[in-house]
């Protein structure tokens, strides 16, 4: 047990977040120790409770407050599904909720990050977005977004294709990091 590695899985309000237990258990399975964060935006696309159940863990969505424990360290962040808000946030390194204060901080030590977007190309054709995939792989961490990893959907498209999100893409990225 003393050697189980940590997973910071972070969930964001978008389309596939309420499957985000189809991530957990995955990680589960190639033996990772979970811990479910969310975004407070995506707290009511998931069912909090199922994935306390599934890992054992409380789901993390602000701040601790003194006196609670703290969670384990991570040895491995995935952020899945990634809005568009947050990577751009991310990129520029804001830090306004819980969730990107601790994965602002964990880049900047070198804890090996995994961004899966879920974003219409819409979105995807913007300037600002373009740049924040860029300026996030700059500092090593791999953004599957493009026709090699999850291709962008068609603006209100997103229904087909949260059923083909590749969760487990970003687990073997993430392998392969480690
Ligand atoms: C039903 C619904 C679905 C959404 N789907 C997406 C999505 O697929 N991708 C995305 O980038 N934003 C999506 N959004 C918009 C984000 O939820 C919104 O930008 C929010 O501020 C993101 O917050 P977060 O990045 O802190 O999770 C959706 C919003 C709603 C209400």
Redesign the pocket.
């Known amino acids: 047990m003393g050697d189980q590695k940590t997973l910071y899985v972070v969930v ?4 596939p977040a309420s499957e985000v237990g189809t991530l957990v258990g995955l990680a589960q399975d190639g033996g990772w120790t979970v811990q479910v964060m969310a ?4 707290v009511s696309f998931i069912d909090v409770e199922a994935l306390q159940e599934q890992t054992g863990r409380p789901v993390r969505s602000q701040h601790r407050a003194p006196g609670d424990p703290r969670s384990p360290k991570a040895n491995a962040i995935i952020i899945a ?1 990634a ?4 990577i751009n946030k991310l990129a520029t390194g804001i830090a306004d ?1 819980y969730v990107l204060d601790v994965v602002n901080e964990a880049i900047g030590l070198g804890v090996p990050t995994v961004i899966l977007p ?3 190309s819409a ?1 995807t054709n913007r300037s600002p977005f373009k740049a924040s995939v860029e300026k996030l792989r700059g500092e090593r961490v791999p953004v599957l977004i493009g026709p090699d990893t999850f291709a962008p959907h068609s603006p209100g498209g ?1 229904s087909n294709a949260v059923r083909t999100f590749p969760w487990n893409l970003s687990l073997e990225q993430t392998e392969k990091l480690l």
């Open positions: 964001c309000a978008a389309g975004t407070p935006a995506a599904p809005t568009f808000n947050t909720n879920f974003v219409n979105y997103g």
